[in-house]
């Protein structure tokens, strides 16, 4: 498949990227792994007059300590993130969904906020991005500006960011010691997650003190599951206590009907699965 | 696939229904959609599909092939074809007023057909991104009712 | 039970080390040789038809129908004409009166119905994806760009979609053609006289023994070989050169000329490396016969390579069936009769032999088993989808499954063992040869052996131990275990037996040997290889027969100039049939050198023997000298000192007709673990031992092996064609049609046995499609396994999460009732998993 013609510009700094955007509005389109946006020009379902390529910026590739939390730049591959200790050490859910991102060509060419941008609710990122409360920062010719993670995802592919301004970074509070599993359900490794189930918990003394849990491909975005998160708080890591519980999670969300599964098969699916990595992540 | 939508609006159901026969306003409501042209039974013009990663435009006409002033019922047909080799797309919109108290309430039922590549683009994503485009459609004939009060 | 080793086969104690290259002395055949063919496909020296750039080349790019049935009422190409690089647009209006009609080589019935099939339809479409027009330019990128540009006005018709909806005529694919039926075909073993008559069997069973009455789905599916398809044509002065990524360049030259009424010696066909087909390049296909055109009316070179997409929507699809089946058994559990009826998907159009593939599963539902009675009839249907024609295994993998599957029933039925029921009933390994209710005759086997050896490496026993704790605990993740005793038929095919059923060609295969002057030998083979190994395994026969080093023999195919003369590769033909050319050619290369020899060596011809590469005079001792086949070859070349009247050439050609078909069989054990909660099926181990014959090389077969298990497995569990109720593929990329990857299977098992084919000098039977043919059965035999407590019989393939998921539900919720088998056959009562879904509501059956 080839795309239809498009200019293609580099740009080595942001602010370069940012007036690139300005100056072409509408027919530009920005690129940093090109994972996503690929396909799309190569089955001509775009064809943008402009192709801007921030994978080339330096100052956007480092993953970096913030001192309470990790910043991610927006040049850093799935790859990146994987061999990265900081991550590893604190952010230990993200490292575990990254490593079940598609497969390892694209893991090396995808980036992070690539995948956040780009707003794809079966993406194996944005739930875990929600669950650990992740902040966007955002760059346009106004300045930067931080959105939490649970402003940042408007819709099916549409995200904060504006016209003319760039993700240029994910900033994600240290989870360090946190249980953490992302159960992601699929039929074939490579592929996007049917269901995927992000938790994070904090274990003392036997019960869950506190727990985020992340949902993939359950509606529209990713999404947090407050009232499942809330109930779990205070109960022992045992499938007796937390069972019930956890196969609530599918109680009002509106997941996709597709070749994969139906919208009723998605629900029941994410109760096991998120019953399942809670129980994981709590290490019972 | 079929797409269902039902919204109330506080106008009366002659008001909503003059309205929602007014094809150019009508159509203008549609996320992206230019009406270059439209009389009372027909109307044509272009879709610009915006969402995301994807941009497509498809140039369609579409036309009344029933309605019933008084019964407040219409169905209304509308093709369209993709540029850039895209396929087509067609539609069956059929809208039924039933009064709800002082207001209208509006059942939308559209039948959507699209062929070709974006069919193919996979995970029924589609499905996904024509259920928004309608619920947006909806959700500004329902505003322009709304703010109007009823009055088109 | 029991069963014996004892006797017929040998059991193969070492399997091929894959690990190893086998570089020892002592005969080649046999010897587990690395492939001389990796080396470039490994290192991106190999020569596919889309690496070509010839001077002055242009493109063609292809406009499909979005649609599936729909009147073409406009065209525009003005904007396609005018875009920049853009030398010329076909439309079918341009071409209708030179593109003929695509070829269909097997009628098999003589009132068969087919419409015509166009390369570029002309003013109807009868699938989504059906060529439309193409345009042809400068570069590939302008090709495409001016295809987007075409402008076509369709007309929305009727499409006929579900299989068993257009078997009635519900909806015409083909209007002019009154029907969608295209032909029924019928063999029954009464009207045959090789056997009885099913329906006194049934009546039988139906009053006081056992009757299996089931209905099972063969989803469509697409064979996703590696390499996109891709063909250049040059037009160079009078002859057509074209390099396709084909199975078969000589069958593609002749009906090249056949369709485009061009001289057959005016065309060379050219295989270059070809990157898999699996069937899906047994084809000649419109963009060869567009190419061709494109190039005649340029009079340049012209390029055409599919997208992925492009070859999951057009290049033809496989399998497509509904099997109505009837088992009747005694109550002791003695097969007595099978009918098969089935429906078979077409598609749009006939390709080259797409009626014939289900007839090729028509001798093969009896399997290994003493069925006295058998009937089977066929009614082949066109629907407005992608034609399909074969896919490896080719009608066998369907017969295969039905029958295995049936086996498992009818043990469930009787609460007997799977395996002791087959057993009850398969034909005995001193019974061979033994002629079937079909009428072949099966030359050698024994179920016993490779049987016995899949349960002692699987652990049978301890396994069934296994499953019942886990019932008796009621365990979240249930255990199944799967049977699958396959038997095929390979080697296509008896040129004799191809005629009785009305396929327009033979099945024999050619092949040259030519002694070059230095002792190097060519070997030439119509079997035209596109990754099978075909180099090392021929090179290694020929090694053996002439006795000359492996490294010294070089093999050429997939050059109609070269290969002058061939039936290609398919249904596991090559080695049985190829390489007994091969080695028939060789013998005759030794016979032409053995005057020349005597004459030598000063001896009488009938006192020499050859071995080792030497002619030596019998008896005569130690230390005395002979003469080999390579000196011979350049005394050949000189020809100075020849015997009289002695051709100047040890060169010679074989044509081999196989006299009957060679039958692989064996075992394959499956345990499949299914978590209940999720619909999620997990294999837990696969052991497959297979009964090939002899075989040339161990690691080409391991290879063959485990590519067909994979390959199989995802019938069972991944693969399938969806069409939205547009007729819209909606499976039309990797994202949706779901190709497993080696990160979805486990390592396999594989052993083997060996009782040699009498088919050929070899003892070779054929491996290309066993694997394929075994594993669905033993997959989906294992899943019902696991749940047949819950009450359940049949899941519908592929066995996706959801769909186990929902069966479980429905048995919970109906008490097991709900299922196909509790249905009336084909009656609209019957559960439709051939519905045609919306796009949002596939994926189980709500």
């Known amino acids: 498949m080839i795309p239809a013609q498009f200019d293609y510009v580099a740009p080595a700094t942001v602010e370069e990227a940012l007036a690139l955007l300005a100056e072409h509005g509408d027919e530009a389109k920005v690129m940093a792994g090109g994972q996503s946006l690929l396909p799309v020009l190569r089955m001509r379902l775009n064809a943008p007059g402009v192709v801007v390529d921030i994978s080339r910026i330096e100052e956007l590739r480092s993953i970096t300590d913030d001192g309470d939390a990790i910043r991610i730049g927006a040049g850093a591959t799935y790859q990146d993130v994987l061999d990265s200790d900081l991550v590893r050490e604190h952010l230990t859910l993200l490292h575990q969904a990254v490593a079940e991102v598609a497969d390892p060509q694209i893991r090396h060419r995808g980036t992070v906020c690539g995948a956040l941008a780009h707003a794809d609710p079966a993406g194996d990122v944005g739930a875990p991005a929600l669950a650990l409360d992740a902040q966007m920062v955002i760059r346009g010719s106004e300045g930067e500006r931080t959105v939490p993670g649970s402003e940042f995802f408007v819709d099916l592919f549409e995200t904060a960011v504006g016209e003319g301004e760039l993700l240029t970074a994910v900033v994600i509070p240290k989870h360090t010691g946190w249980g953490s599993h992302y159960e992601k359900f699929v039929r074939v ?55 019930a519980i956890c196969a609530q999670v599918g109680e009002g969300t509106d997941p996709p009907s597709d070749l994969n599964g139906q919208a009723d098969y998605r629900r029941h699916v994410a109760g096991v699965l998120t019953r399942r990595a809670v129980l994981a992540a709590a290490g019972a | 696939m079929q797409l269902e939508h039902s919204f109330v609006v506080p106008a009366d159901p002659d008001t909503t229904w003059a309205l929602l026969t007014d094809l150019k306003t009508v159509g203008g409501c549609f996320p992206g959609a230019t009406v270059t042209e439209a009389d009372a039974e027909t109307f044509a013009g272009n879709v610009k599909v915006k969402l995301g990663p994807i941009a497509v435009t498809y140039e369609g006409t579409g036309r009344f092939v029933e309605r019933d002033d008084e019964a407040h019922r219409a169905v209304i047909d509308g093709t369209g074809k993709g540029l850039r080799g895209l396929g087509n797309a067609g539609a069956q919109v059929t809208m039924q007023l039933v009064p709800d108290g002082p207001g209208t309430r509006v059942d939308v039922l559209t039948e959507l057909n699209i062929t070709g590549k974006p069919a193919q683009f996979g995970r029924g994503v589609m499905q996904s991104v024509s259920d928004k485009l309608l619920g947006q459609f909806v959700g500004c004939v329902e505003n322009k009712l709304a703010a109007g009060d009823g009055t088109p | 039970m029991s069963i014996s080793t004892e006797g017929v086969a040998e059991v193969v104690e070492e399997r091929a080390d894959v690990d190893r290259t086998d570089e020892s002395s002592g005969p080649e055949v046999g010897k587990a040789r690395r492939r001389k063919e990796d080396q470039r496909l490994i290192t991106g020296r190999t020569r596919w038809t889309d690496n070509l750039q010839l001077p002055g080349m242009l493109h063609v790019a292809t406009v499909r129908s979005p649609y599936a049935h729909a009147t073409i009422t406009g065209m525009d190409t003005t904007a396609a004409t005018s875009s920049p690089g853009v030398v010329a647009v076909l439309t079918g209006q341009d071409v209708k009166d030179s593109q003929g009609s695509l070829p269909c080589a097997w009628p098999i019935t003589e009132d068969q119905k087919a419409p015509p099939h166009p390369a570029i339809a002309v003013d109807r479409v009868a699938f989504s994806g059906e060529v439309v027009a193409v345009v042809v330019a400068r570069t590939a990128a302008a090709a495409r760009d001016g295809a987007e540009l075409v402008d076509v006005d369709y007309d929305e018709l009727p499409a006929a979609l579900d299989l068993r909806e257009s078997a009635a005529d519900t909806t015409l694919a083909h209007p002019d053609l009154g029907t969608n039926r295209s032909a029924h075909w019928v063999f029954d073993s009464a009207e045959a006289g090789t056997g009885e008559d099913v329906e006194a069997a049934i009546a039988q069973a139906r009053e006081d023994g056992v009757l299996i009455e089931r209905e099972y789905r063969q989803q469509r599916l697409i064979p996703s070989f590696m390499e996109p398809r891709s063909v250049v044509v040059d037009p160079t002065g009078e002859q057509f050169t074209m390099w396709s990524a084909t199975q078969v360049p000589h069958i593609l030259r002749l009906m090249l000329a056949l369709t485009l009424d061009v001289p057959e010696s005016k065309v060379r066909v050219i295989a270059p490396d070809v990157g898999g087909g699996f069937g899906g390049k047994l084809q000649v296909t419109p963009e060869e016969v567009i190419t061709f055109l494109a190039a005649r009316h340029t009079g340049k070179p012209c390029k055409w390579t599919e997208t992925r997409s492009e070859s999951l929507l057009s290049a033809h699809h496989g399998r497509d069936q509904w099997q109505k089946l009837t088992l009747a058994a005694t109550k002791d559990g003695t097969v007595t009769g099978l009918k098969v009826e089935l429906l078979a998907d077409m598609g749009a159009y006939l390709g080259l032999v797409t009626p014939g593939v289900p007839i090729l599963g028509a001798f093969m539902f009896n399997a290994i088993y003493k069925f006295p009675a058998y009937r089977f009839e066929c009614t082949n249907v066109f629907t407005n989808k992608t034609w399909t024609d074969a896919y490896r295994g080719a009608g066998r993998p369907e017969a295969t499954f039905a029958i295995e599957r049936l086996m498992d029933e009818l043990a469930a039925e009787l609460g ?129 027969q002439l006795g000359v080093p492996f490294e010294d023999v070089e093999v050429l195919h997939g050059d109609t100039q070269i290969s002058h003369k061939g039936l290609d590769t398919y249904g596991s033909r090559s080695l049985v049939v190829g390489g007994q050319a091969v080695v028939k050619a060789a013998q005759k290369v030794i016979e032409k050198a053995r005057p020349l020899a005597a004459h030598v060596l000063e001896a009488n011809m009938d006192d020499l023997e050859f071995s080792s590469g030497t002619f030596t005079v019998k008896g005569a001792g130690e230390g005395q000298e002979g003469v080999s086949i390579t000196e011979l070859a350049l005394k050949t070349f000189a020809a100075h000192d020849l015997p009289d009247g002695m051709e100047p050439s040890l060169d010679a050609d074989a044509t081999f007709d196989p006299v009957n078909f060679s039958f692989p069989h064996g075992t394959h054990l499956c345990a499949m673990e299914v978590d209940t909660e999720t619909g999620e099926s997990r294999m837990r181990s696969y052991v497959a031992v297979d009964d090939i014959g002899n075989v040339v090389n161990p690691l080409i077969v391991e290879g063959q092996v485990h590519g067909g298990l994979v390959q199989g497995i995802a019938q069972a569990l991944w693969e399938e064609a969806v069409y939205d109720e547009q007729g819209t593929l909606v499976s039309g990329s990797f994202v949706d049609y779901t190709l497993p990857t080696t990160a979805d299977t486990i390592s396999f098992v594989t052993d083997r046995t060996v009782s040699p084919s009498t088919s050929n000098d070899l003892g070779a039977k054929g491996v290309g499609e066993a694997g394929c ?74």
């Open chain 3, 773 to 846: 043919i075994a594993s669905t059965p033993a997959v989906v035999n294992a899943i019902v396994d696991a749940l047949r407590p819950l009450g359940i019989h049949d899941v519908t393939m592929p066995c996706t999460p959801e769909r186990v998921w929902r069966t479980i539900q429905d048995s919970g919720s109906g008490g097991g009732a709900t299922l196909p088998d509790a249905q009336p056959h084909f009656d609209e009562g019957a559960p439709n998993q051939d519905q045609p879904a919306d796009a949002g509501q596939e994926g189980g059956q709500a």
């Open chain 3, 416 to 544: 007997r063992d799977p395996l002791e029921v087959r057993e009850q009933n398969w034909i005995r390994h001193e019974e061979f040869p033994f002629t079937s209710v079909c009428g072949l005759e099966y030359d050698s086997g024994n179920y016993e052996a490779a049987t016995a050896r899949a349960k002692e490496l699987f652990g049978y026993d301890e396994l069934r131990a296994e499953q019942a704790r886990r019932r008796e605990s009621n365990d979240r993740v249930q255990l199944g275990l799967g049977v699958s005793t396959f038997t095929e038929m390979c080697g296509l095919a008896p040129s004799r037996v191809l005629g009785s059923l009305s396929y327009g060609a033979g099945g024999w295969e050619h092949a040259s040997v030519r002694m070059l002057p230095s002792g190097k030998v060519e070997v030439i083979t119509g079997s035209s290889a596109h990754g099978q190994g075909h180099e090392t395994a021929w090179s290694q026969i020929v090694a053996d």
């Open chain 1, 189 to 243: 490794s490579h592929q996007w997650a049917i269901v995927g189930v992000a938790v994070t918990v904090r274990v003392e003394g036997g019960t869950i003190a506190e727990a985020k849990v992340g949902l993939t491909n359950m509606g529209s975005t990713p999404l947090r599951a407050p009232a499942v998160e809330a109930a779990l708080v205070g109960q022992p890591a045992s499938e007796e206590a937390i069972g």
